[in-house]
């Protein structure tokens, strides 16, 4: 299993905390896991654009892990291209807290 405490993203070179999924009614066993689901769904979205048929390969209640990384600062876009397909697109990359 993949050390989930820091994502290294080639881009800035500089390293990315993971996304915890914030659910209170997430068990503690099953954190590690959606944090895999909102890293690969991150890192899916920092590619490009991307459906909600292919982020649901990454994690079937996908809409919940876009909530967990919308609350760690990402941002992200929506655009409806009919019969129940929507696509999703990286708008802002993870903000670090601001200073103190």
Known sequence: MADTTCVKYPLFDRPRPAVQA?????LDEDRPR??????????KLRRGPATNLELGDHAQRFGARLHDLKRAGFLWKR?????????????RDF??????
């Open 95 to 100: 903000l670090p807290e601001p200073p103190r």
């Open 79 to 91: 655009t409806p291209l009919g019969q129940g397909v929507n696509q999703y697109a990286m708008i």
């Open 22 to 26: 914030r659910d209170p009614g997430v």
């Open 34 to 43: 959606l944090s895999e689901q909102c890293l690969a769904i991150a890192d």
